[in-house]
């Protein structure tokens, strides 16, 4: 018999926004913040985040439902494990501010994107081909506020790369464009024989170097100021650029695969990691999603597939290439000079 059909999916998908936006709203209000501080009934959440009586029981109730929340017998809410660990401002592994960016930037911009896809424009306010980053690195809120986000969404992949690469044939290493650190600290953490750092633009130093004291590995983490486009990248055995190369246009990729070639030596190794999109185009919808975010967000930036980056690197001059799941959507592509 086949099996009866229902537009359940097609539902779950054309409102999903409203999940999304719920959950976003409670991080914005700081209220995994607040229940890691302990379980609270529903007149405290109310009272401490300044909620309105008529929604507040629906609102935590849906939390419980999508599983964000926990609510016990006597009506107490608390955070999920996840959601304690993740999503407390208070604990280095908040990793809210890209969603805290999803929902005051992203997730307005999305609103447009049938006009993106009509235009091939960004949506974001730089229509006009301007730097993407030029604004943004203008403000010294802005800049930390991004770069939390940037810790975001790397932290699980610089968890497992720390693992995942054989970082013990190596002794130095440059993140390029490392936001906070995420990336550095975690490999610093695992292999106490290895020194690096961040190449990145002027305005990011306070933040990387702040990031990395709390860390207490400012004896072996540097930071290197600059800019990929107009200087040299500097050398190093390891170079590793992370959510970088999707942000730029074909031909700005391969220049960064090409510089990235040169300040490496003989047997150097560069790592590019991204939400890879499967060489199938099928399956990794994340990584699908991102680059329509790409499109939305700038001038000519957009994702690709792990058999794509190889290509890339191939006619760069790297002589082994190969590729490695890192976590959830993301993946590596290694690159042997």
């Not at 405290?44 to 985040?49: E, K, M, N």
């Not at 860390?215 to 590793?240: C, M, Q, W, Y």
């Amino acid at each position: 018999m086949s099996k009866e059909l229902t537009p359940d999916n097609i539902l779950q998908f054309g409102l999903g926004y409203w999940g999304s936006k719920t959950f976003l709203s409670a991080i914005e209000l700081g209220l995994f913040s607040e229940l890691a501080k302990g379980p609270l009934n529903l007149d405290a959440v109310r009272a401490r985040l300044k909620l309105h009586a008529r929604s507040v029981r629906d609102f935590l109730d849906a939390l419980v439902a999508m599983r964000m929340l926990e609510r016990n017998a006597d009506g107490k809410y608390s955070n999920t494990p996840e959601t304690d660990l993740f999503l407390d401002r208070a604990k280095p592994s908040y990793v809210g501010g890209l969603l805290e960016m999803a929902n005051t930037r992203l997730y307005p911009n999305w609103g447009r994107l049938t006009e993106a896809l009509r235009t091939g424009q960004p949506q974001n306010g730089d229509e006009n081909g301007v730097d993407p980053f030029a604004a943004l690195y203008a403000d010294p809120q802005k800049v930390e506020n991004f770069l939390s986000a940037m810790t975001g969404v790397s932290l699980g992949a610089a968890m497992a790369m720390a693992q995942k690469f054989p970082w013990k044939n190596y002794q130095t290493f440059i993140d390029i464009g490392a936001a906070q650190g995420a990336l550095p600290v975690q490999v610093a953490l695992a292999h106490p024989h290895i020194t690096g750092g961040s190449f990145d633009l002027d305005p990011v130093r306070p933040v990387f170097e702040k990031y990395v004291a709390k860390h207490h590995l400012s004896d072996r983490l540097k930071f290197h100021a600059g800019n990929f486009f107009t200087e040299s990248i500097p050398g190093a055995d390891v170079l590793v650029m992370g959510h970088i190369l999707h942000d730029w246009n074909l031909n700005e990729k391969k220049m960064l695969l090409r510089k990235a070639y040169e300040a490496l030596p003989a047997n150097g190794a560069l790592i590019v990691y991204e939400a890879l999109i499967d060489d199938d185009r099928r399956e990794n919808a994340f990584g699908l999603l991102m680059s329509l975010n790409m499109l939305i967000e700038t001038p000519g930036g957009f994702d690709y597939t792990g058999a794509d980056c190889q290509s890339w690197m191939r006619e760069a001059g790297f002589r082994e290439t190969r590729v490695k799941h890192l976590v959830g959507p993301d993946s590596m592509v290694i690159g042997i000079k």
